[in-house]
């Protein structure tokens, strides 16, 4: 196996406030590996975000295991979190404005960050600056402030300013959410070459199904938990030809857990109870007993 730079383990997030308890993630498992590029979808409520802020330092899971290029997020102290933040992690949001100082230009985005890390200096930094602009292919608009790029653009020059200190890991929240489909490929085909060229191990949390299509992986969450992962591959068939290959898999938590997928549930009308049984290949889950289901004690109708 080889090493991982996403780890989380029976992650759980839980909110209290006065009298309610929100169980945000219930038991999260997600590994990435390095190098790898993921995009992590789900129904709105399902705990992208909360994944997002604790992989990015933001917040601290109340229970489970979950390291981020080899810093524990549960044990970090105050001055660990803002190395890590600084040097380990790059972050892509989906608000355009979050991404980039409005009175300064791409160029100068990129330069404030390598100069607040103590990054390359004079003639070198220039140089820093034109590679990250040139492989996000915007090196012509260097010169340029926000407010005269396109949402697009805008994004490929957060992106170079997420990776200007070489961090081992890129999250991104929604990076395509306010852009038209088109300038949405061009800003994944950027965050691919990124991870590409760079290696830099990529997670894009998203609504988008265009997104899911353009990575290798798409990992679903559901009730804060992972449920399914779709795996993209090529194969060749007899006469040599590739073709694209996408299969499902349920996850399967350390302890045995998974979710079924609704539609299967449904289709069978399964619920509160099913029958396992182990054949010598497989395990199938029948529908339980047609009698409801009694607890001992309750009272009979
Ligand atoms: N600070 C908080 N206090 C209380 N509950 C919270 C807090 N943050 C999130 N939650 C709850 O945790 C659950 C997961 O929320 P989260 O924002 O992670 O979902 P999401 O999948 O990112 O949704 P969306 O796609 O709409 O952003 C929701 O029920 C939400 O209401």
Not at 17 to 29: I, R
Not at 55 to 64: K, T, V
Not at 201 to 211: A, R
Not at 218 to 247: K, P
Request: proline share 4%.
């Amino acid at each position: 196996m080889t090493s991982a730079d996403i780890d989380c383990v029976d992650l759980v997030r839980i909110f209290r406030s006065k009298d309610v308890e929100v169980q945000a993630l219930q038991g999260l498992t997600l590994r990435v590996e390095a190098g790898d590029m993921v995009a992590v979808v789900g129904a709105s409520g399902s705990g992208k975000s909360t994944l997002l802020n604790v992989l990015s330092g933001l917040d601290r899971p109340s229970a489970g295991r979950a390291m981020v290029a080899g810093h524990d997020m549960l044990a970090m102290s105050r001055a660990e979190r803002v190395t890590f933040q600084r040097s380990s992690v790059g972050f892509v949001w989906q608000q355009t404005s979050r991404n980039l100082l409005p009175y300064l230009s791409a160029g100068e985005n990129i330069a404030a960050v390598l100069a607040i890390a103590k990054g390359p200096r004079g003639t070198a930094r220039e140089k820093r600056v034109d590679e990250l602009l040139d492989l996000v292919q915007i090196g012509d608009l260097r010169d340029r402030r926000p407010s005269e790029l396109s949402g697009g653009q805008q994004q490929r020059v957060a992106i170079a300013v997420a990776i200007a200190n070489d961090p081992t890991v890129l999250l991104a929240d929604e990076p395509t959410g306010e852009l038209d489909e088109a300038t949405s490929e061009e800003v994944l085909g950027a965050m691919r070459r990124v991870n590409e060229e760079r290696g830099v191990t990529t997670l894009i949390v998203t609504h988008d199904p265009t997104v899911a299509t353009q990575v290798r992986r798409t990992v679903q969450i559901r009730d804060g938990r992972t449920s399914t992962e779709v795996v993209r591959s090529t194969r060749r068939d007899e006469l040599g030809d590739e073709y694209a290959v996408a299969e499902e898999f349920a996850v399967l938590d350390r302890v045995g857990r998974m979710q079924l997928p609704a539609a299967f549930t449904e289709a069978l009308g399964l619920r509160d109870r099913v029958r396992l049984t182990l054949e010598p290949d497989q395990v199938s889950v029948k529908p339980g007993s047609d009698a409801p289901v009694t607890t001992e004690g309750q009272d009979q109708p």
